[in-house]
């Protein structure tokens, strides 16, 4: 539940972050940085100082979202697209478009398994940086049985698959049957 009027909620800004966070944008100082100091995501940083009407320097460079991957493999060698978007702060959509453009740079060290409930069973890659051969996806250990057209199994063409005759589903047929099973 949402805080009670009058107590602040945990992601409500005070007037003096607000105001120094302005300062600090409009004198450059890099995302990253007011990221850390404000326990703030980066997404944050920029909607704040995009609210207060602060404005970055001229010449102010905003480092690409490659440098921003880049950066976040200094503190893991290896990562999941969900880690990237935890430490980067950019949306998946962004992180992927950039992991495509500079994939020569990077590699698939390893598949595992999501931890996420609405995709379990799914597979995600841990990237690596440098160049280097991707890992396999492994595939279902269960092989697909192919469907066998019964016409051309008539016609013998194909060879009938072994296995139980007749119904593979047994169920009462007579009306009788209904009765002595209740």
């Known amino acids: 539940m949402g805080a009670t009027k009058g107590e602040p909620r945990a992601k409500d800004w005070l007037t003096s972050q607000v105001k120094t966070l302005c300062e600090e944008w409009a004198a450059g100082v890099p995302t990253e940085v007011l990221s850390a100091k404000y326990g703030r995501s980066y997404r944050a940083i920029e909607v704040m100082a995009r609210d207060c009407k602060a404005r970055r320097p001229i010449g102010f460079n905003r480092p690409s979202a490659w440098q921003r991957i880049q950066k976040s493999f200094e503190s893991a060698e290896m990562q999941t697209v969900d880690h990237m978007i935890l430490t980067t702060g950019m949306w998946k959509s962004t992180i992927i478009k950039a992991i495509k453009g500079h ?23 841990v990237w690596v940086l440098g160049p280097g051969k991707d890992a396999p996806k492994h595939k279902d250990p269960k092989p697909l049985k192919k469907a066998i057209n019964p016409f051309a199994s008539a016609a013998g063409l194909v060879q009938i698959p072994e296995g139980q005759r007749g119904r593979v589903y047994q169920q009462p047929m007579g009306l009788r049957d209904f009765g002595e099973a209740a």
């Open 103 to 125: 994939r020569h740079l990077l590699h698939i060290e390893k598949w595992v398994e999501s931890d996420r409930t609405d995709k379990l069973g799914k597979l995600k890659a």
